[in-house]
């Protein structure tokens, strides 16, 4: 390893990153498939997001720099693979939202989640309800600082 995969100079976990749509791509690509070449992962994007080798090099690099991706050299190529996982960058990105829409007060925001879970199936309901049940006995039993 080349200590390619610490995160760069002024890379902050609580950063909000911004991502087009190719970065997206290539992290569910990398998701899928850890270590992964520049040419597996143009292999691997769907064929809507196949760019040019030059253009996902730079998107890779881009990624590298924002520390959602590490990288380490094996021969002459580096291999790619994500350093934070799906869940970990969506609640980034849902907590960069509610930091820059929060004006103090809570309630406007689980008001519209409320809204959104409207139109979630009973099962996801469920599965949201058992994940809030077990945070808060996790909290109740001192498990979790949140």
Known sequence: MTGENRPPPGASSNALPRLGELELAVMEVLWRHPASSTQQVQARLPQARRNSLSTLQSTLE????????????????????????????LGRLLGGVISQLHDGSLDPILASFVDFAENIDDSTLDRLDELLQARLRARDAGGCDD
């Open 62 to 89: 881009r990624l590298h720099r924002k520390g959602l991706l590490g990288r380490e050299r094996e021969r002459q190529a580096y291999l790619y693979r994500a350093r934070v996982s799906r869940s970990e960058l």
